[in-house]
Structure formats: C-alpha cells, structure tokens
T-cell receptor, first 114, second 114 residues
Framework: AQKITQTQPGMFVQEKEAVTLDCTYD???????LFWYKQPSSGEMIFLIY??????QNATEGRYSLNFQKARKSANLVISASQLGDSAMYFC???????????FGKGNQVVVIP | NAGVTQTPKFQVLKTGQSMTLQCAQD?????MSWYRQDPGMGLRLIHY???????DQGEVPNGYNVSRSTTEDFPLRLLSAAPSQTSVYFC?????????????FGPGTRLTVT
C-alpha cells in the first residue's frame, strides 16, 4: 500500500507568489518523521524541511514551511515568495520509527514563471 | 568532506552485462541505502544496510545484489542487466537511530540498458 501520496499535477506559479504542495501519508506507527526534498533539473536531491510526529509546532526553514495536520495525516509544503530557482520536482517522504527506511511519494512538479 | 560519492555518473550497458555501481561516504553513517528513480514513480528502495555485514531488501530488490564490508562503502551489483533496469540510481546515508537526521544523497548514476 502506498504510504505517501502526492497527487497534484504539474503546477505553474507566478514569481513572488506562494505555492502549497500537498502530501498525505499513511502509518499506524505513532513515531514518524516527514521530510521534503527538492530535485532541480540537475538531478541532485536537496533536503528542505523536517517535521516529527511529536512536534507541537509546524516546521519552518526560511521560505519553506510545513503545514502539519496530524489528524488528517497531511504534511503540506508551503513555499513563500516563489523564485525562479524554485522550479523543480518536490518529494514528500516519511520515515517510520519502527524501521528507519525512507518512503517517497511520486513528487510534484513546480514551474515558476516570471 | 566529500559526503556521499557515486561512480560512475553515466553508464550504458547491453542486456546481460554485469556491472557494479559504487557508493562511498565519509560521514561515518551506519545506515546506507540504494534507490532507483523512474519517471512518475518517485524513489523506490532497492536494498539497505544498517551497518557493516548487515544488508536487507527494500521494495524492489530483484536483479540487484549488495554487500557491506566496511562502513564507508556500499556497492550495488547488477548481475545480468535488463532494459527494465534503465533508471537513475541514488545512494543515500544517515545516522542510524537519529530519527530526525536527514538522509544525505549522492549525485546519482544514470544507467541505460540497451
């Protein structure tokens, strides 16, 4: 069964606007971590932000924030003030406390237009 | 520190040939893993290791072998390449037991099997 779901089609975003990328997950483990990675066209995987299942507050890292809704099992990434360099594929991933393996969603493609 | 290195960056094989993808890390991480990335599929776990001498299968292990004789190295072997193994391969590491530690990725190997 798929543990991480990212279903949005490719998105076009105007420069300087905010964009929200949806991610829902499925786990019965009370201890887990959620990660977002960025993959630009050059291909490398860049870590953006982390949210732990026991964290009380939503994670933020610069222009990235994570809208964590535990009861809904969603961990949406918000990118504020989009820049041209934000054009990339974005992956949501989860690590469950029981096994330490990272499971990825299929990704969201974002294109920022000037 | 080099972080996580992978060689080669690109490789073309003929069906039935064998080869080894190399992965090395200098971060002293216990946990190492191999993923493959195919269009529209996200990253899927092939094999992983929680320390020297210990390996286990991930989601898509068929056609691949691994071994871990040192902390630093985790090679991935294709015994008899098939066109279905055309993909981008990523090696990744993190500290075992540090739940919030991000997974560090190598730059990837793009493999084409004809």
């Amino acid at each position: 069964a798929q543990k991480i779901t990212q279903t949005q089609p490719g998105m076009f975003v105007q420069e300087k606007e905010a964009v929200t990328l949806d991610c829902t997950y499925d786990t019965s483990d009370p201890s887990y971590g959620l990660f977002w990675y960025k993959q630009p066209s050059s291909g490398e995987m860049i870590f953006l932000i982390y949210q732990g299942s026991y964290d009380q507050q939503n994670a933020t890292e610069g222009r990235y924030s994570l809208n964590f809704q535990k009861a809904r099992k969603s961990a949406n990434l918000v990118i504020s003030a989009s820049q041209l360099g934000d054009s990339a594929m974005y992956f949501c991933a989860m690590r469950e406390g029981g096994n330490n393996r990272l499971a990825f969603g299929k990704g969201n493609q974002v294109v920022v237009i000037p | 520190n080099a972080g996580v290195t992978q060689t080669p960056k690109f490789q073309v094989l003929k069906t039935g040939q064998s080869m080894t993808l190399q992965c090395a890390q200098d971060m002293n991480h216990e946990y190492m893993s191999w993923y493959r990335q195919d269009p529209g599929m996200g990253l899927r776990l092939i094999h992983y290791s929680v320390g020297a001498g210990i390996t286990d299968q991930g989601e898509v292990p068929n056609g691949y072998n691994v071994s871990r004789s040192t902390t630093e190295d985790f090679p991935l072997r294709l015994l008899s390449a098939a066109p279905s193994q055309t993909s981008v391969y990523f090696c990744a590491t993190h500290s075992f037991g540090v739940f919030f530690d991000e997974q560090y990725f190598g730059p990837g190997t793009r493999l084409t099997v004809t």
